[in-house]
Every structure is written in C-alpha cells, then in structure tokens.
C-alpha cells in the first residue's frame, strides 16, 4: 500500500470510527430522553377535582417507578379542547391521554353509555366491584376493538351525581319542565326525559355561562366539581337525587401507548392502579366536605323522596336499562354482573 493509499484508508477508517461514535451517542441521547404524554382534563386544578387528585397521585407513583423516563403533563380546564373534541384526538394521537366520566366515550363507544343510565349503581363501593369485577375489563376490549384506545384505570368521582337549580327542586313535580344541562349522550338526556326534565346538552365549559345568563335552569354534577368550579355562584338549590355514581376513566391512545416502552408498561399501569385505589380512599370523605362546604357557601339541600328514587329507578329499568341491553346484546352480561354485584 503506497503512503497516500494508507493516509486515506486511515482517514476513511476515522470517518467511520466517528459516525459509528456519534451514533452511539444519538442512540444513547435517544434512550435516555424521557417520554413526555399530555394528559387533558375539562375540570380545574384543584383538590376537590377528581381528575386533578388522581393526575397527582399518577405523576407521583410513577416518578417513583421508572424516574424521569416518562413524565406527564396536565392540561386542566379543557385546554386542550372541549372533551367530544379531545376524544377524537385521543383517537388519532394529537392527544396522548384523558381523564373524564365514562360518558363522553359513549360517543365513539357506545356500550359505555350504560355506566351513565340512572340509579344503575347504588354507590361508589358498588362501582368499583362492578368494574374490578370484570366489567370494567370487558368495556376496555370494545373500546380497543373500535378505536384503539385503552382504559388505563376506573377510578371516580367525589360524591353522587345531583341536581344543582336556581329555584328549589324537591320531588317530579318540581323538575318537570326544568331545563338542565346534560352530558351530549344519549343515557343522560333519556334519564332525564324519564324524570320529567327538559335534558340540554352542553359541554362541561359553557356551563357556568349558561347557568348565569339562564340558557339553563340548572345542571347535574357532583359536589366536590361543584365547589373546585365555583357553579355554585350561578344555583342555589340542590335536590339530592344521587342519580348517578359516575366512574372517572382515564384514557390513552394506540399511538401513546406505542410510545412506552414495553418494559415500562407494566410500571406504568401499575402506577395507574395504586393511583386509583388512593384516589378511591380520598373519594370516600371529598364527597362528604364538599357537601358541607357548599352549605357553608349557602346551597339549600333537599333529599329526594324514597318512594319517587324507587318509582324512577323501576321505570330506569324497564324503558333504560332493557332497551339499553336490546339495543347492544353485548352489555346484557355486564347489567347481570351489575345486578349481581348489587348489595
């Protein structure tokens, strides 16, 4: 080999010694980067938010579990869209994750709205055994199988669902004709025509628009949303109908979870377990304050009568519950685990 041969073999060789460096390191660099997924919310950041609570609990067992390797981000306050909005682009992946009701996935899953059917559950404590039980899991496939989206966790909200008026409600009678914001779902506008309400559907972030210039009468929530939301500046009244034990869901698209590596998964999700089964703990006594508080802050509570609850929870089953089943064969089995998990 003649010396300026061996000068560019040497210098061809140096060439490939460095790129093979630098894309170790890019490799390494790339490895090391942390995942970062955007987790949206339509409800504030506060601690009588469910969402924001259980966000907290997440972000803080899974810093335990994997370090900075993934972190989430939270978007309160529908900052990243209204929630029909934001599903889609869970979907599609512009969005990495949701927590929200179950309802809302009623609009590209509908076997969910049955979570949303009223006085299906009794309480929170009935909730979770229904959806630990197996329902939950259940749900989960045909969400997979139509979207691609994965339930990471059943959790729930902080007290019942009421209904919240400017003028008090306090039997049938006084709730007929009553306009009340609604979840845009099917299960909550028929519970309501069933009750005798004029069931308007509006998104969670026009309600205390609506409430306050009267495009509403009034709303269903939970109590502790009520307080972290100031809604209780546009009602005074609240008729404890304790309708509805809404689950809290939080959600992940295929391309999120693509992006987690698959060792880290089973860190991930479990982080997601222990931060739901804390939450649930915290659950049991949020619901209660926020009560309270809201007596304090001059909402008049009126209990609904038992006798009507059991006359609308007859005429749930027979004109809900049933045609619900009929109508998608695949949630008959999960009303029977339901029932079965009654009591």
Known sequence: ??????RRF????????????????SRTAGAQAPIALR??????ADQNSAHFVWTQLMQTNLKAAVGDQIRIDYFPNNQLGKEADV??????????MMTTGSSIWATVTPQFGMLDLGYLFDSYEHVAKSLDGGVGAKLNDMLQKGTGCQVITWAQHFGARSVYTKQPVKSLADIKNVKLRVLPTPAFIETFKIMGAI??????????????????????HDAATVVA??????????????HLFSPMVCVA??????????????????????????QRTIGATKGTQAIEELKKLGITFAPMAKNERDQVRKEMDERLWTGFAKQYPDTAPLFASISAARG
């Not at 987790?39 to 504030?44: C, F, H, Q, T």
Request: net charge neutral; hydrophobic share 45%.
């Open 1 to 6: 080999m003649t010396m300026i041969s061996r």
């Open 10 to 25: 040497v210098q061809a060789s140096s060439a490939v010694s460095l790129a093979a460096a630098t894309l170790g390191v």
């Open 39 to 44: 987790l949206s919310s339509s409800l504030a």
């Open 87 to 96: 599903v889609q682009q869970v979907k599609v992946g512009s969005i990495d």
């Open 199 to 220: 069931p308007t559907p509006i998104s969670f972030g026009e309600l205390y628009m609506a409430a306050q210039t009267g495009v509403v009468d009034g709303f269903e």
């Open 229 to 242: 939301n100031k809604l209780n500046e546009v009602v005074k009244h609240c008729w404890t109908t304790e």
């Open 253 to 278: 698209g295929k391309r999120a979870m693509d992006r987690i590596p698959a060792d880290l998964r089973p860190a991930f999700l479990k982080a997601a377990a222990d931060a739901t089964t804390q």
